[in-house]
């Protein structure tokens, strides 16, 4: 640019130089200074812009994370993390803003990033300007929506419903192709391809779950997936691959139509449940290519592994003549969690469980880098205050340093103390996940966490599917000693308990025994826990994940355009279908606001001829849950039962509206289940 402009100058004096050999008119001597002012204007600017360019070389800020922030939090300070080539080096950053203090800058080992930590505690809402050298950013603080008590987590008053947004459904004037994002395709023939779910298609069927009777939703992460499909057989439709933590993905729609799905879930008296990783980040995101610091991610060196031809999908590299390399330094974690609170814990061991990566795909996060971990807390906050979600649903919990999630939570529970968040802890023995439970006298630092998922249930309820109880271990049974480890929880009102999910076969299996799947749901809806169903359970969708993961993940009929097959309406639903969606639908409705259920005292009785009995009491109201577990007719000797019915004679079966006897034995069909009300 600069030389443009002397080149200008020249032309312009050589001119001059020209015209002073003539004799010049009066004309042409106004043309001449006309002709000066136009070109010395002209390079005033072009000057300029060389210096705004020089400058702006410099100091390029391609993105601020948070995008915006908010004051009046308990924690006044925030992070700002700034992208731009060659930002670390800018010469100074400040600000005149009222009230904001700068606490401290901090340049990481790439030149691409810088981490700007300011006080807001004296701020007021409004537009910030920030100073990068001579680069001016405006920079939003805004006001909260509410005060941080008044944020109301998910407890055992609620029930969630689990979908995948990609799977569910699709709404009005979904994007057929998005401009700038990697390659993908929305095939519905393809069960590991997306199929063009969205948050609208959640939001347009809200009176559904009012039907249904659950009253939270969890759906799988909705924030920005931008990794290419390959060979039509892998996409990051399930969200578990983040490339950017402040955008939702735009095939699932923006930011601002999730924070519509919010309002009006909330409007009609639902919560929203957020899915969050901090385990591990998308191979897309930009962290992976240019790290913030050396030990940003766990393992990275296979990242800088010479060869070309690694693959990110199966984590090899290949050596020149096509074949693996001897060893490679990709560390994949074993999926073993009992090192995790294994006393005797080998270092090896646990840092495979910790520092393995998930999968190649997915760059295992360093959370023992405090900067790191600093950006993943603000980012669950900002999801709160920006979009109101209620809850928080983190996956892959143990995978994480523990201390780190402590710190999290410990921090998330000192802004929002009635806030509430379940850790994934895929572990099939209570001992276990009981010690990652907040306040657990198992462990030796208390996690924070309110949350913990009952894969014991799950696990003994799927072998006790179509077992035969008997008088020990099978069965029932399995599930009445699960249960006896209940002592080990700091809280087993608040133990997420489910029967399938996302990443499990589903309930029915590739069959359709409803007789089964309405006790497990009986048991789920009755007993002290926050239960959890999958979508479609109420319509019997069923399949296995033996060919596929999508199996256990079909689309949820009459979700998508062209669908014949509607199951969102009693006319659309087939007669198994609707016999189930309102069994459950009663059932459910009449969980809500039942403090029997909510804040009764559970008494169990030990399997006893084939029957598994459950009472939930509360200010002499009673819930009796009745199953036979057996595959014959079975008769219920009430004299056994005499302390949870007392002088009780007729109560109502709510799956039914039939009344029994309770003052003299009755008869159980095979599979029988029962919820009993008196
Ligand atoms: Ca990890």
């Known amino acids: 640019m600069q030389s443009f402009a002397t080149a200008m100058l020249w032309d312009f004096f050589s001119d001059a130089n020209n015209v002073s050999e003539k004799s010049l008119s009066l004309q042409h001597e106004n043309k001449l200074r006309t002709k000066m002012k136009r070109i010395l204007l002209v390079t005033a600017i072009l000057m300029a812009n060389v210096l705004t360019m020089s400058a702006a070389k410099k100091q390029v800020i391609d993105r601020i994370e948070p995008t915006d922030w908010y004051v009046g939090l308990k924690n006044p300070q925030v992070q700002l993390m700034v992208y731009g080539k060659g930002i670390r080096d800018v010469a100074s950053v400040t600000t005149d803003y009222p009230g904001a203090v700068i606490d401290s800058i901090v340049r990481l080992d790439s030149p691409n990033y810088l981490l700007v930590y300011m006080n807001l505690r004296d701020a007021q809402p409004g537009t910030m300007v920030l100073n990068f050298g001579k680069t001016k950013v405006q920079y939003q603080l805004k006001q909260r929506e509410m005060s941080g008590d ?66 939270a939703l969890w759906f799988t992460p909705v924030l920005e997936n931008d990794s290419p499909d390959t060979k039509n057989d892998f996409a990051t439709y399930h969200g578990y691959a983040t490339t950017n933590y402040y955008k939702v993905d735009p095939r699932f729609g923006s930011n601002e139509d999730y924070k519509r799905l ?52 199966t984590g090899f590299t290949a050596n020149a003549d096509g074949s693996e390399p001897a060893k490679s330094a990709y560390l994949q974690t074993s999926y073993k969690l009992t090192p995790v609170v294994d006393p005797y814990a080998s270092e090896v061991d646990l840092k495979e469980t910790v520092e393995g990566w998930f999968v190649p795909s997915m760059p295992d996060l360093n959370q023992h880098n405090p900067h790191l971990m600093r950006y993943l807390i603000q980012n669950s906050i900002w999801w709160i205050e920006t979009v109101g979600i209620d809850g928080i649903r983190m996956d892959t919990y143990p995978y994480a340093y523990a201390d780190a999630m402590a710190q999290w939570l410990k921090e998330l529970d000192a802004e929002y103390p009635n806030f509430n968040t379940v850790g994934e802890t895929w572990v099939t023995e209570p001992a276990y996940t009981a010690a990652w439970q907040k306040d657990s006298k198992l462990s030796e630092n208390n996690t924070y966490l309110k949350t913990v998922m009952d894969f014991s249930f799950f696990d003994k ?39 399938e999910n996302h990443d499990t076969d589903r309930y029915l299996g590739n069959g359709k025994d409803t007789l089964a799947l309405k006790q497990a749901l009986a048991l789920l809806l009755t007993v002290n826990r926050i239960p959890q169903l999958y979508y479609g ?27 014949t097959h509607n199951c969102f309406t009693k006319e659309g639903r087939t007669q198994s279908e609707q016999a189930m969606f309102t069994w459950l639908s009663r059932l459910l409705h009449w969980r809500q606001g039942n403090d029997v259920i909510i804040k009764g005292k559970q ?15 509360y200010q002499g109201r009673t819930a009796l849950t009745i199953l036979n577990g057996t595959s014959k007719p079975a008769t219920l000797e009430v004299e056994r039962y005499a302390e949870v019915i007392g002088k009780t004679s007729k109560a109502k079966d709510i799956l039914t509206n039939r009344y029994y006897d309770l003052s003299k034995n009755f008869d159980l069909k095979p599979r029988q289940s029962l919820v009993l009300e008196y």
Not at 155 to 179: C, S
Not at 465 to 486: A, H, L, Q
Not at 603 to 617: D, E, K, L, M, S
Request: glycine share 10%; net charge negative; hydrophobic share 35%.
């Open 461 to 499: 309820l799927t072998q006790a599917r179509f077992e035969e109880t008997d008088g020990w271990w099978k069965g029932f049974n399995r599930i009445y000693n699960s249960f006896v480890y209940d002592y080990l929880y700091p809280n087993p009102s608040s133990v997420m308990a489910f029967i």
């Open 150 to 215: 008044k944020r109301m987590g998910f407890t055992n008053a609620d029930v969630l419903y689990m979908l995948m947004p990609d799977r569910f459904a699709q709404g009005a004037n979904h994007p057929t192709k998005i401009k700038g994002m990697r390659n993908y395709v929305e095939d519905r023939t393809k069960p590991s391809l997306r199929h063009g779910g969205d948050l609208n298609g959640i939001r347009e069927h809200l009176d559904y779950f009012k039907e249904l009777g659950v009253t």
């Open 603 to 617: 008494i169990q009785f030990t399997p006893f001829h084939g029957i598994y009995v459950i009472a939930r009491q």
């Open 537 to 563: 359970t109420e319509v019997l969708m069923n399949g296995t994940k033996e060919k596929t993961d999508g199996d256990v993940r079909k689309d949820f009929p009459g979700g998508f355009p062209g669908d």
């Open 262 to 313: 919010c309002d009006e879930a909330h409007q009609k008296g639902l919560k929203i449940v957020m899915d969050m990783i901090f385990n591990h980040s998308g191979f897309e995101h930009p962290w992976t290519k240019d790290m913030p610091t050396k030990d940003w991610l766990n393992t990275p060196e296979w990242l800088n592994e010479q060869q070309s031809g690694r693959d990110p999908m």
